[in-house]
């Protein structure tokens, strides 16, 4: 098992070195229904799932894959993901969007999550939540998301990772791993970070930047999660690690071999981090996952 402490990153993107960040990056309520999901977790099983067994090389392990949506099913598998739906008083952040199971779907075999300026619920945006909270949730291996993300100002593309103990400890004693986190302004810069109880809002983690938008074209989002570190990667490209042993550096708190955590998709829009949208902002916007892949490995 590969736990180098080495960060690279070659050709069109540029790697930024780790930093702290403010106090008001975070979504970090759930909402009351999915938290009350609480105890029991099981593992779920994409109905996409391969019966292919292979290895692959990557971070200098080798991979197999054990789980996996590929979004051509036709439809939302309600099996493995749940909608969080309202507003949830900004879900900590101020967020300005309501959420709804309508504003996500399956097209082409992509999953799509799109983003609204219309009035629903109160609130003058609609967008869509999606998490595997009680379905499906992982301790360890490598995690690729290949999705195509929004821009604009007060746009938030966000996939990431909550401990799945979140029902009984809160936020942030579960943890929480930012695969990817794009600020709608800076379409050309994503943000991989964690939080933990010493970090809370103010989490670690560092940022990647290339000369294209992220809404050009797909990019493949990459986590690979040990024991003892997890690792952010953008097209196969390293940008940011952190360890365990930085955090005992620190004095921080690493919850991250505690237990497993459960996924999360959404497209929030507005909130402290990205501030609101203002005139420049064009609605619809879309977030389009081509599929989210899980490996083990041997």
Known sequence: MNTDESSESTGDGVANGERTTGGFHRRQFLSTAAVALGGAFATG???????????????????????????????IDTGIWNFETGNNNGWGNNELQYYRSNNAWTENGHLVIEAREEQYGGCDYTSARMTTQGKYNKQYGRVDVRAKLPYGQGIWPAIWMLGSDIGSVGWPDCGEIDIMELIGSDPDTVHGTVHGPDSGGAGVGGSYSQSNWFSDAYHTFTLTWYPDAIKFFVDGQQFFVTTLYDAQNAGREWVFDDGPFFFLLNVAVGGDWPGAPDASTQFPQRMEVDYIRVYDWV
């Open 45 to 75: 099983t994409a109905s996409a799932a391969s019966n292919d067994v292979h290895t692959e090389a990557f971070d200098g392990n080798d991979w197999t894959l054990s789980w996996r949506d590929e979004f051509d099913a036709g439809y």
